[in-house]
């Protein structure tokens, strides 16, 4: 069964930075694609960040040159490094997993508040 776990999230100034961790758990083969989405309240959840197997990057034109996505595939977590936070980052982060048979998995989500 596949689990994935965030944690890292928390109340920052603007300006501050959080690191974001997903520990994804129930594959012995690992997962393709891992990535970062957002869910602001009252606004649909959004693709934030993903990494490839291979380390391929890709950013929403929103927070390009402030996050970075990273993993390490020997733990098969993700890391979402979030920097120059603004209070329109604020909203509630979860990591999905791409499995080798193309079914995404999400995890429960961790709130990111971002005071003014």
């Known amino acids: 069964q596949v689990q994935l776990v965030e944690s890292g999230g928390g109340l920052v100034q603007a300006g501050g930075s959080l690191r974001l961790s997903c520990a994804a758990s129930?594959?012995?083969?690992?997962?393709?694609?891992l990535g970062w989405g957002r869910q602001a309240p009252g606004k649909q959840r959004d693709l934030v960040a993903t990494?490839?197997?291979?380390?391929?990057?890709n950013y929403a034109d929103s927070v390009k040159g402030r996050f970075t996505i990273s993993r390490d595939n020997a733990k098969n977590t993700v890391y979402l490094q979030v920097n120059d936070l603004k209070p329109e980052d604020t909203a509630v982060y979860y990591c999905?997993?791409?499995?080798?048979?193309?079914?995404?998995?999400w995890g429960q989500g961790t709130q990111v508040t971002v005071s003014s």
């Open positions: 129930g594959s012995r083969v690992g997962f393709n694609t």
């Open positions: 990494i490839s197997r291979a380390g391929t990057t």
């Open positions: 999905y997993a791409q499995s080798i048979h193309s079914v995404y998995f």
